[in-house]
């Protein structure tokens, strides 16, 4: 089906292992973005992407690393997990008709519970 | 920093009962958007306004928008249980990227 996609939907991991999470979009969407949700902060930017092989550091990147090679892929790693690390993680994508903030459409969540 | 903020963080009604929540922002923006959150799940987004426009519609959704105050309200009329949900707002920076800030929400639950 066309969409956003992200796998897994659900992970548990101890402290210090790498964890990647998957994030596929159909659209052809040019902007690509990962936010973690925790409460009481909201919904906060990790990471964005403007394109393949373009990729820049958004709110709370420290912790995280990302790669773009293809447009339709955005994964997110955690190159050794910390349990403030544990959270929800959705992952999103827009177009960029104009040089503004458009409508992002958002995949269905990671929840990671780092032990 | 947050750029957004909802109020109220909760709110509780019947069906049938209008529901009016707020967000104020901190700096200039270009646009502002909502979204809605069901429980587990992903953002949903309802309605763009741009920061020209100063009221928007889409079916039971109303949006005012107020840059002199820096704020915008989202009315849902006639609520139904379906509409309980998280609600979002969330504003470009107005640096010309694609970036969104998100509000911490406002938690909507409709009785039946």
């Known amino acids: 089906d066309a969409g956003i996609t992200q796998s897994p939907r659900y992970k548990i991991t101890e402290t210090g292992r790498q964890v990647t999470l998957m994030c596929h979009q159909t659209?052809?969407?040019?902007?690509m973005f990962w936010y973690r949700q925790d409460l009481g902060h909201g919904l906060r930017l990790i990471y964005y992407?403007?394109?393949?092989?373009?990729?820049d550091k958004g709110e709370v990147p420290d912790g995280y690393v990302v790669s773009r090679s293809k447009t339709e892929n955005f994964p997110l790693t955690l190159e050794s997990a910390t349990r403030s690390q544990t959270s929800v993680y959705f992952c999103a994508s827009s177009e960029s008709r104009t040089p503004f903030a458009e409508t992002q459409y958002f995949g269905p969540g990671t929840r990671l519970l780092v032990l | 920093s947050q750029q957004g903020e909802e109020d109220p963080q909760a709110l509780s009604i019947q069906e049938g009962e209008n529901a009016t929540m707020n967000c104020s922002y901190k700096?200039?923006?270009?646009?502002l958007q909502w979204y809605r959150q069901n429980s587990g799940r992903g953002l949903v987004h309802l309605i763009l306004?741009?920061?020209?426009?100063r009221e928007k519609h889409s079916g039971r959704l109303r949006v005012t928008l107020d840059t002199s105050k820096k704020s915008s309200s989202l009315l849902i009329t006639a609520s139904r249980a379906a509409d309980t949900a998280s609600y979002f707002c969330a504003t470009d920076l107005n640096t010309g990227f694609q970036k969104l800030v998100f509000g911490t929400g406002t938690r909507l639950l409709v009785s039946p």
């Open positions: 659209w052809s969407h040019s902007y």
């Open positions: 306004i741009r920061s020209n426009e």
């Open positions: 700096t200039s923006i270009n646009n």
């Open positions: 992407s403007a394109a393949a092989d373009i990729t």
